[in-house]
T-cell receptor
Framework: ETGVTQSPTHLIKTRGQQVTLRCSSQSGHNTVSWYQQALGQGPQFIFQYYREEENGRGNFPPRFSGLQFPNYSSELNVNALELDDSALYLC????????????FGQGTRLTVV | LAKTTQPISMDSYEGQEVNITCSHNNIATNDYITWYQQFPSQGPRFIIQGYKTKVTNEVASLFIPADRKSSTLSLPRVSLSDTAVYYCLVGRLLPGNTPLVFGKGTRLSVIA
């Protein structure tokens, strides 16, 4: 059990809609990273938040956006959903006492129809 | 960040020791090595992490030679439940943490 929780676990949305995914980081961690994992592929980095500021971004369009709150929990927002956005979305929590360790939540399975 | 190369897949029988080697020729001085295990439709699970020589925990050992250009994850006496994808990652020790970069991983199949 990592202490990183994501909600919801599954979600079905229609093309063009907007979605918000949530992540609660592990206690004591100040950094949250978001990843997209398509079927059969490794996770792809979307962006990272460190102390409420975006700290790096992968090759994803601006319709992928995020927030980190004072308690270090985080949201991933995706606007104008496309069919290719269907994937497992993962958040990773890090920045704790052992700074090099990152722990993942169980993921949110998003299906866009 | 150093790119990693690992075998696409491996097969093993139950009870055997499995060694998965990862190549990271361009690893930098500040880089550390981490291995994750992932089951279908679940988040990656942290297995082990190291910087040099040998690290052992309750589930695995990690061997890193002196030049650090490769590393080997050793799983003792695997069982069917060890069937999963294993990822080798190289990360950098920087404030705020640098993002982990995943490759395709090694798909381990354990056969009875």
């Amino acid at each position: 059990e990592t202490g990183v929780t994501q909600s919801p676990t599954h979600l079905i949305k229609t093309r063009g809609q907007q979605v918000t995914l949530r992540c609660s980081s592990q206690s004591g961690h100040n950094t949250v990273s978001w990843y997209q994992q398509a079927l059969g592929q490794g996770p792809q980095f979307i962006f990272q938040y460190y102390r409420e500021e975006e700290n790096g971004r992968g090759n994803f369009p601006p319709r992928f956006s995020g927030l980190q709150f004072p308690n270090y929990s985080s949201e991933l927002n995706v606007n104008a959903l496309e069919l290719d956005d269907s994937a497992l979305y993962l958040c990773a929590s890090s920045g704790g006492r052992v700074r090099t360790e990152a722990f993942f939540g169980q993921g949110t399975r998003l299906t866009v129809v | 960040l150093a790119k990693t190369t690992q075998p696409i897949s491996m097969d093993s029988y139950e009870g055997q020791e499995v060694n998965i080697t990862c190549s990271h020729n361009n690893i930098a001085t500040n880089d550390y090595i981490t291995w994750y295990q992932q089951f279908p439709s679940q988040g990656p699970r942290f297995i082990i992490q190291g910087y040099k020589t040998k690290v052992t925990n309750e589930v695995a050992s990690l061997f890193i030679p002196a030049d650090r250009k490769s590393s080997t994850l050793s799983l003792p006496r695997v069982s069917l439940s060890d069937t999963a994808v294993y990822y080798c990652l190289v990360g950098r020790l920087l404030p705020g943490n640098t993002p982990l970069v995943f490759g395709k991983g090694t798909r381990l199949s354990v056969i009875a």
